[in-house]
Nanobody, 117 residues
Framework: QVQLVESGGGLVQPGGSLRLSCAAS????????MGWYRQAPGKQRELVAR???????NYADSVAGRFTISRDNAKNTAYLQMSSLKPEDTAVYYC???????????WGQGTQVTVSS
């Protein structure tokens, strides 16, 4: 059984920063791609950032230059460093992990990020 636990969400002012964490636990021997998605009320869930096992990254145009995704393979944990936050970044942020061994895809429970003055 694989579980993802997210943390780090909260309320921040525009221009502020937050760091989200996603820790995978269970019988995991390898993780492929790890990613962060977000969903605002009335909107579709969208990809924010992803990182491969080799460290290659991709970002949505709306967050490029402001957000940084990273991973700690020894801890089976992904991070999303968010800077220069804008009100339009307000959403529930979800971690998604593709486990290579055993093969499977998993979603975190979501963490609320609210950017407001």
């Amino acid at each position: 059984q694989v579980q993802l636990v997210e943390s780090g969400g909260g309320l921040v002012q525009p221009g502020g920063s937050l760091r989200l964490s996603c820790a995978a636990s269970g019988s995991i021997f390898s993780i492929n791609t790890m990613g962060w998605y977000r969903q605002a009320p009335g909107k579709q869930r969208e990809l924010v950032a992803r990182i491969t096992s080799g460290g290659n990254t991709n970002y949505a145009d709306s967050v490029a230059g402001r957000f940084t995704i990273s991973r700690d393979n020894a801890k089976n944990t992904a991070y999303l460093q968010m800077s220069s936050l804008k009100p339009e970044d307000t959403a529930v942020y979800y971690c998604r992990v593709i486990v290579g061994t055993p093969l499977g895809a998993y979603w975190g429970q979501g963490t609320q990020v609210t950017v407001s003055s």
